[in-house]
């Protein structure tokens, strides 16, 4: 059964760091499109972070630039965000997904994707002040 799963999360204060690890079973990173997103109470889910094997094309929110790296092991089918210089506006459930591509093209101008094929679970992250 393919399945992703999230871990790292906690409880961190303000300008401490994190690294949040995503695992995949059943399928392989190769070709996919590996994406972090992140929703706090209140607010419509965000993307953070991505980059696509298949392509190479990548994304990063500019709230999170410079902060916030990915990073992954092929070998062992896992991916991570590192988070350092963490503000309590970063507290949110992150998610991280795997699907076809990061950006897709419409009237000429490229887009987030944000419809994968597979999700896990999430991981809370909570900065405090």
């Known amino acids: 059964e393919a399945q992703l799963a999230e871990s790292g999360g906690g409880l961190v204060q303000a300008g401490g760091s994190l690294r949040l690890s995503c695992a995949a079973s059943g399928f392989s990173f190769d070709d996919y499109a590996i994406g972090w997103f992140r929703q706090a109470p209140g607010k419509e889910r965000e993307g953070v972070s991505c980059?696509?094997?298949?392509?190479?094309?990548?994304f990063t929110a500019d709230s999170v630039k410079g902060r916030f790296t990915m990073t992954s092991d092929n070998a062992k089918n896992m991916i991570y965000l590192q988070m350092n210089s963490l503000k309590t506006e970063d507290t949110a459930v992150y998610f991280c997904?795997?699907?076809?591509?990061?950006?897709?093209?419409?009237?000429?101008?490229?887009?987030?994707?944000?419809?994968?094929?597979?999700w896990g679970q999430g991981t809370q992250v909570t900065v405090s002040s």
């Open positions: 997904a795997a699907g076809s591509a990061c950006l897709y093209k419409s009237g000429g101008r490229w887009y987030l994707n944000e419809e994968y094929d597979y």
């Open positions: 980059v696509s094997h298949r392509d190479g094309s990548t």
